[in-house]
């Protein structure tokens, strides 16, 4: 018996991109469908950099993350640490 197509097609999974703004913690409670660990990958660094376009001008010193998780465990976590030094007066 010969497997239709939508059966070998893998169910994408719901997963949640919590943020860390210098600590301040915001949970996702909506979450996005993602069909492999490369659609996770790239959703994160997408999200880190939208978070440091919106935060970044004018700081100083920050620690942004994006921490990625499924519906029972934590599965990745992007880091992105700035910090604006003068160098010359």
């Known amino acids: 018996m010969q497997q ?3 059966a070998r097609i893998s169910p994408e999974v719901r997963y949640f991109f919590d943020t860390r703004d210098n600590g301040t913690f915001i ?5 996005v469908e993602c069909a492999n660990m490369e659609a996770v990958k790239t959703e994160a660094a997408l999200s880190l950099a939208e978070l440091a376009r919106d935060v970044l001008p004018g700081s100083i010193q920050r620690v ?9 465990q934590p599965i990745l976590k992007d880091v992105l640490t700035f910090e604006a030094l003068v160098l010359a007066s």
């Not at 942004?64 to 029972?72: F, P």
């Open 64 to 72: 942004l993350c994006v921490e990625v998780r499924n519906a029972t």
């Open 27 to 31: 949970e996702d409670d909506v979450g």
């Open 4 to 6: 239709s197509f939508s």
